[in-house]
């Protein structure tokens, strides 16, 4: 099991990173995944939600998935259960993602190493507004 980054590795994520595909970004406010991203966008960066199950969120277009996504996507943030993780690590891979981020309480070692082998930066079981909030100061 491969650590994190270091705190100077993230903060320079979260500095050069400018568009973050949240997958399963959910339109109810009350979950994590809607504070997180609502967060982030009121912190600057382009949200694009991805939810098959919803037409947009936050006032962006959401995507069924990340190969639909019609821009470069610099951080995928997931917000899925850690056995959905390798299918949302191999469409990040395919796209030229940068990073792939697993929320807090979010791990799946096999899709760490895939993206990692694939030359993505993978930080696993933090959330990003906690970090952000944490090292941008």
């Known amino acids: 099991m491969e650590d994190n980054p270091d705190n100077a590795s993230i903060k320079r994520i979260l500095k050069d990173s400018r568009v973050i595909a949240v997958v399963g970004l959910s339109a109810d406010s009350w979950k994590d995944s809607h504070k997180v991203a609502a ?8 949200i694009i939600p991805v ?3 919803v037409e947009e969120v936050l006032g962006e277009k959401s995507y069924p998935d990340l190969k639909s996504i019609p821009e470069k996507v610099d951080v995928v943030d997931v917000f899925r259960r850690p056995e959905h993780v390798p299918e949302i ?6 796209i030229n993602a940068k990073v792939l981020w697993m929320q807090a309480g979010i791990r799946n ?4 190493k895939r993206a990692r082998q694939a030359g993505l930066t993978v930080i696993q079981d933090e959330c990003m507004m906690a970090q952000h909030s944490r090292v941008m100061k």
Not at 109 to 112: Q, V
């Open 51 to 53: 939810n098959p199950s």
């Open 39 to 46: 967060y982030l966008k009121s912190h600057g960066y382009r």
């Open 109 to 112: 070692e096999e899709a760490a």
């Open 89 to 94: 690590a191999d469409d990040a891979i395919a």
